[in-house]
DNA sequence: TCTCTGACTGCTT
DNA sequence: AAAGCAGCCAGAG
């Protein structure tokens, strides 16, 4: 989980990536151990640059996390993030 | 140990 | 477009 951290943290700003991808960066093989680890502890994380593969987020998170990606430049589609357009490494 | 529960994902209805 | 379903990992009771 160390990893996760890091992957998360080399994120750069006006990007995102699935928590999927994270956990493949990672060296892991589940996305929702993705999502726990940050549940736990994101404080000191870009938490919100990782989304969830197609685009959109879990509600509790939705306003908020929108609203960061969106003082980035990455601006959503409604409740939905255009990730062809701004996922990382592609 | 077993069961339940998610900041998830891809496939099939 | 929306809803169901089966894998997925680790912590809590």
């Not at 990893?3 to 990536?17: K, T, Y």
């Not at 409740?79 to 592609?90: D, E, F, L, P, S």
Request: net charge positive.
């Amino acid at each position: 989980m160390e990893q996760v951290r890091a992957v998360v943290a080399s994120i750069p700003p006006g990007s995102v990536l699935s928590y999927g991808d994270v956990a493949e960066l990672a060296g892991l093989r589940s996305a929702r151990l993705v999502g726990r680890i940050l549940a736990e502890d994101s404080a000191d994380l870009p938490w919100h640059r990782v989304v969830r593969s197609t685009g959109t987020v879990a509600d509790h998170l939705r306003h908020r996390q929108l609203e960061l990606l969106r003082a980035e430049g990455v601006l959503a589609d409604g409740a939905r993030i255009n990730m062809r357009r701004y996922r990382w490494g592609t």
